[in-house]
């Protein structure tokens, strides 16, 4: 969600008093909290989760990947139907949905019902916020907007990092009885809110653009290869890796090509289509995917580790984190106010550098210490990792966005927030996949070379990311008209 400033499309803006063109504001910043903090808190609870509710180990997988997942898949789609059908309708929509959603989370008497809710919350919120960044760029006149949204992205940065955190929290008080079950719950107070606010104040009309037509059968072909290629992915290890699940992964290859095809033929492609003749798109996409898949791999990691393998406390494990959240947070300011535009590609290739070194730290601190090690001897190595990972969060997307123009921009952000969702799910799907294959029969000795192993495979990813940064230019460019 951490979309520059400067690749804001232009747009007309409504009549609305400055003082209600903040109450939009701050309607959609509180969406943008609860879906940031949704995409990462389950992440700490996986354990408690399964302790409840039972089912295998690819519970957690599941329970994470169905959220990312459909989160992404709606958001190929979401922009155009905000054209078609009314942004302010389909807001209000999608935070009714997710409120429910996560209600329903809530109140899961089984794992089924529970992956099936979190598929839910993941449609709904990806409905929802491609209209709240598009109604935000109408609502305020040109002089304000920078300064409204200059605190967002940062603000977002520190809510992804302190989702686990607050989860932590919410286990450790154990709010009515609720277990993990709060972790849900907690968003439908917010949700109600933020949906009463923004029925007052959010305007009728958001930038729509009644000309744009659904391609449904691009739609379709890309919601059905993503589809067949996340199944098989976190199922196969728990079934044995059965002939279907081979043909799943072979259709969905197949199904991504045919995509391509129509994309080239459509008459309104779900991508346009000039945006893949640009070399930092197409580059920075890449390292876009590379870095939320490993990114998203990392925290499953560190919180199944943690809490299963050393039978830490929620809570524990939260303050445990705490370097790594702190580290991401001053990151993120440093970057959003100096040093991405100071520094160009150059603050890419320190913070993945940073991120090598911390993770290959982290994997040094859980080889030599074993069960020995403490919330003091993993602080260096998170503080570091969290650290090169905030470098990362804020230029990239100026990156991806520089060099595309009005008619684009709005497109390529929808695509750079559905490939961040997407890389998550399937990072977690991959390396989940890896991480308890090598567990074998669960000791802690076993989830010790698991996530040795796992962190040694991120690190890898992150190199052969920061190798892609190369292939950017110095600086970002500007929005082109």
Not at 22 to 27: A, G, R, T
Not at 127 to 140: D, E, H, R, S, T
Not at 171 to 193: E, K, T, Y
Request: hydrophobic residues 55%.
């Amino acid at each position: 969600m951490f979309v520059s400033i400067d690749q804001l499309e232009p747009q007309a803006p409504t009549t609305l008093p400055l003082r209600t063109a903040w109450l939009v504001l701050v309607v959609v910043v509180i969406a943008d909290i609860m879906d940031l903090i949704d995409s990462s808190i389950a992440n700490l609870a996986g354990p408690s989760i399964r302790a409840d509710l039972g089912g295998g180990q690819v519970t957690v997988q599941w329970v994470l990947s169905a959220y990312t997942a459909a989160f992404a898949l709606g958001l190929v789609t979401s922009g155009r139907l905000g054209d078609l059908l009314g942004r302010r309708r389909l807001f209000l929509l999608g935070m009714t949905g997710f409120t429910l959603a996560s209600l329903a989370c809530g109140l899961a008497p089984d794992v089924v019902f529970l992956i099936v809710a979190r598929t839910l919350q993941g449609l709904f919120g990806s409905v929802m916020i491609p209209q709240g960044l598009a109604i935000v760029k109408v609502v305020f006149p040109p002089q304000h907007l920078r300064k409204a949204l200059t605190p967002v992205g940062p603000l977002m940065g520190v809510v992804t990092v302190a989702g686990p955190i607050l989860a932590g929290w919410l286990l450790h008080l154990d709010l009515f009885g609720s277990q993990w079950r709060s972790i849900f719950l907690i968003n439908v107070p917010f949700g109600i809110v933020a949906g009463a606010l923004g029925w007052l104040v959010l305007p009728r009309r958001g930038g729509e653009d009644r000309s744009a037509r659904l391609d449904l059968t691009g739609v379709g072909l890309l919601t059905a290869a993503s589809a067949l290629l996340i199944i098989p992915l976190i199922q196969g290890r728990e079934l044995g890796w059965p002939a279907w699940t081979y043909a799943m992964l072979a259709a969905a290859a197949v199904l991504f090509a045919l995509f391509v095809v129509s994309e080239r033929h459509s008459r309104h492609p779900v991508i346009t289509p000039s945006l893949f003749g640009k070399r930092s798109f197409v580059v920075g996409l890449l390292i876009v995917a590379g870095f939320f898949a490993s990114l998203s791999a990392f925290v499953l990691v560190i919180n199944l580790l943690l809490q299963q393998g050393l039978h830490w406390t929620p809570l524990h494990t939260g303050f445990t984190l705490i370097p790594w959240a702190f580290g991401t947070a001053v990151a993120v300011l440093l970057a959003g106010a100096v040093l991405a535009e100071k520094l160009g590609r150059g603050c890419l290739h320190l913070g993945l550098a940073i991120a090598v070194i911390g993770l290959l730290a982290l994997w040094w601190s859980i080889a030599h210490w074993g069960a020995g090690v403490t919330v003091w001897k993993l602080t260096p190595a998170l503080l570091a990792t969290g650290f090169g990972s905030g470098l990362v969060f804020v230029p990239i997307i100026d990156f991806v966005l520089g060099d595309a123009t009005t008619e684009e921009v709005g497109t390529g952000a929808g695509m750079v927030n559905a490939v961040q969702q997407f890389a998550g799910a399937i990072g977690v799907a991959a390396l989940g996949t890896v991480f308890f294959t090598r567990i074998g029969h669960p000791t802690v000795h076993s989830y010790f070379a698991a996530a040795e192993l796992v962190f040694a495979i991120v690190a890898g990813l992150d190199l052969l990311t920061l190798l892609l940064v190369g292939l950017l230019p110095r600086h970002a460019q500007q929005l082109n008209g």
